[in-house]
């Protein structure tokens, strides 16, 4: 890895937005970055499972799940699924279950805590749409990188110099 986010903070203060505290990592990937794609869902991840099916190179699902502690929104499967396509990684307000299998995976997956209930899957949520959370907009096609430090998001690509 080539950058840390707290580097890419002080090269870049007026670019980055820094999320609160609020996330832990569940993924295999510890540090992870990408182009924004979103969906925002409650207690529904018909949306999340259908992203994960298509190709994610170079990009990263922010999931806005409301906060909700009531389902988790991501598990081991579409998971698998998500790395099988490539995609970096989850930034996920909302829960997550299967950790001990997340952490195995070639994939990045940050989310507010484990609950072991999966969601009822009605079709509901929408895609690529600006979502907010922790006072953070996340705009498709911007650019999020997250790390034990945290997660930053930028309007732009960051790069450290060499």
């Not at 484990?114 to 996340?138: C, H, Q, W, Y």
Request: proline share 6%; aromatic share 6%.
């Amino acid at each position: 890895m080539a950058w840390t986010t707290p580097d890419l903070c002080d090269a870049y203060p007026e670019h980055v937005r820094p999320l609160p505290p609020m996330l832990r990592n569940f993924g295999g990937k510890t540090a992870f970055c990408g182009e924004i794609v979103t969906v925002k869902c409650s207690d529904d991840n018909s949306r999340v499972k259908e992203q994960a099916a298509l190709p994610g190179a170079g990009k990263v699902l922010v999931v806005d799940g409301g906060g909700s502690m009531r389902r988790a929104l991501l598990g081991d499967q579409i998971a698998a699924n998500a790395a099988r396509n490539g995609w970096e990684g989850f930034i996920i307000n909302g829960c997550v279950r299967d950790v001990d299998a997340l952490s195995l995976l070639a994939l990045g997956v940050q989310a507010l805590a484990a609950m072991p209930v999966r969601t009822e899957k009605r079709g509901l949520g929408d895609v690529d749409v600006a979502v907010s959370f922790g006072g953070i907009t996340f705009v498709p096609g911007e650019f999020v990188y997250a790390d034990n430090n945290g997660v930053i998001v930028s309007a732009q690509p960051l790069f450290l110099p060499e």
